[in-house]
C-alpha cells in the first residue's frame, strides 16, 4: 500500500467533567491516482464519574475524493 497520512488530533478539557476532540486526517494515496479521503471528526463527551463517559461525534468527508458524506456517532469511554 502506497499511502502516507497527516493527522492532527487536538482534545480540551471543558468545565463540568466535558471534553472536546478534534481529529482531522488527510492521507494521500500514491497508487489510487493520487487521491486524497480526508476526514474530519468533532466529539463532545462528558465523563460521569473517573472511569465512565459517553459521546457524540460529528464526521465529514472533506474534498472531492471524501470516503464518505458525513456521519453521527455516539459511544461510551471506560477508564481502567
Same mark, same amino acid.
Given at each position: 500500500? =502506497?499511502?502516507?497520512?497527516?493527522?492532527?488530533? /487536538?482534545?480540551?478539557?471543558? +468545565? =463540568?467533567?466535558?471534553?472536546?476532540?478534534l !481529529?482531522?486526517?488527510? +492521507?494521500?494515496?500514491? %497508487?489510487n491516482? =493520487?487521491?486524497? +479521503?480526508?476526514?474530519?471528526?468533532?466529539?463532545?463527551?462528558?465523563?460521569? =464519574? %473517573?472511569?465512565?463517559? /459517553?459521546? @457524540? !461525534?460529528?464526521?465529514?468527508? @472533506?474534498g472531492? !475524493?471524501? +470516503?464518505?458524506?458525513?456521519?453521527?456517532?455516539i459511544? @461510551?469511554?471506560?477508564?481502567?
Open positions: 500500500v =502506497n499511502t502516507t497520512s497527516i493527522r492532527l488530533i /487536538a482534545i480540551q478539557s471543558l +468545565p =463540568n467533567n466535558f471534553w472536546g476532540k !481529529d482531522a486526517k488527510i +492521507p494521500f494515496e500514491w %497508487s491516482n =493520487n487521491a486524497i +479521503p480526508a476526514t474530519a471528526e468533532v466529539q463532545l463527551g462528558r465523563m460521569f =464519574n %473517573s472511569w465512565f463517559g /459517553a459521546f @457524540v !461525534d460529528g464526521l465529514a468527508g @472533506v472531492g !475524493d471524501r +470516503p464518505y458524506e458525513w456521519g453521527v456517532g459511544g @461510551v469511554r471506560f477508564n481502567y
